[in-house]
């Protein structure tokens, strides 16, 4: 079995009737990207960049992480790569020089792009470092926590902003840089044909989206059984998402845990998805669910799909 997945290592992703999908990994550390490559991922879906900022007490400067974001834009060697702001929270910035203020409830509190507009200094230097990178290989921006096109617009300006003065100091960087929303909010999923103007791209993190829509908080253990990515509800948000990007002629990928798990790869399919972002570790063994899988057969199913109730969606996900 292990040897028949490793041959799929460098495998074109197509589902059985030959539809092209496209995989990419998450990355948080350096060594990722080996992994990433070795496994055959399209590029990077979603690059974390939290890990610079953690169990340290000091920022890292422009510098500092230019060279991180540069690193994994070379390891890459020239496949496009996703780098999220920073979405650092007052739930994991102790130890980050940020010194956040406490938070009664910081899963809705200052996280995110929240964060990076209350700290546009913050916000800018990380920025700054993101488009330096881009002039070794094809970067693209991802931004957390969404809730408005109001967050997209002003982090546009900002990337104009310091793409300018990046070029008027004599660095060379690409002219044009894609921007895109992480969409995990149940706001940004519901009023997204109002934001899909200010986007070249979204991205579904279910891992907030189901925390978020079900009201239960990914972290608890005793709330497993509500933390459900088939309820209904999620099912009807991610079909949304995926339905509203593409008329807009955007990419749409799904980068949460879902998208790793292969008892979600037909379902995903079925309501619409081309672009799965995971831990480079499941790259393999999703790249062969989707070989099994009919896509135009599944993609009839959706209707009934977004219709049933949970024990319904239980039942039609087992006849795959
Ligand atoms: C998500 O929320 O699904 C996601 C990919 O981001 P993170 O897990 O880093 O919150
Ligand atoms: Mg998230």
New binding site residues.
């Given amino acids: 079995e292990g040897r028949r997945l490793a041959q799929l290592a460098h495998a074109e992703t197509r589902t059985r009737d030959g539809s092209t999908i496209r995989l990419f990994a ?1 990355a948080e550390l350096p060594n990722d990207v080996a992994q990433a490559r070795a496994n055959g991922a399209d590029g990077i879906g ?1 690059y ?1 960049t939290e890990f610079l900022f953690l169990q340290r007490h000091h920022l890292p400067d422009e510098d500092e992480q230019f060279q991180a974001y540069r690193e994994l834009v070379l390891g890459m060697g020239g496949l496009p790569v996703t780098i999220r702001t920073l ?1 650092l929270g007052a739930d994991k910035a102790d130890t980050t020089g940020l010194a956040l203020t406490r938070e009664p409830n910081p899963a809705l509190g200052m996280r995110g792009v929240r964060l990076s507009m209350h700290r546009p200094a913050l916000f800018a230097t990380q920025m700054r470092a993101i488009l330096r990178a881009s002039a070794y290989g094809p970067i693209r921006i991802l931004v ?1 926590m969404v809730t408005s096109a109001e967050e997209l617009r002003a982090t546009r300006a900002l990337v104009d902003i310091c793409a300018r003065d990046l070029r008027s100091e004599g660095h060379e960087i690409a002219d044009h840089f894609d921007l895109g929303a ?1 969409i ?1 909010v149940p706001a940004a999923a519901i009023a997204l044909p109002s934001m899909i103007g200010y986007v070249d791209f979204v991205a579904i ?5 189901v925390q978020y829509t079900l009201a239960a908080d990914r972290n608890n253990d005793t709330l497993s059984h509500l933390y459900d990515p088939l309820h209904p509800a999620i099912l009807r948000l991610v079909a949304d998402t995926i339905k509203c990007g593409h008329k807009a002629g955007k990419a749409v990928s799904l ?3 879902m998208a790793s798990d292969t008892r979600y790869t037909a379902l995903l399919l079925a309501l619409g998805l081309t672009e799965f972002s995971m831990h480079s570790g499941a790259l393999l063994e999703v790249r062969d669910r989707i070989a099994g899988c009919e896509r135009p057969a599944l993609l009839k199913l959706a209707p009934k799909l977004l219709r049933a109730d949970r024990e319904g969606i239980t039942a039609i996900l087992a006849r795959l």
């Fill in positions: 998450n979603l974390r979405d957390p992480m995990e993190g279910t891992n907030d989206l980068c949460g845990e």
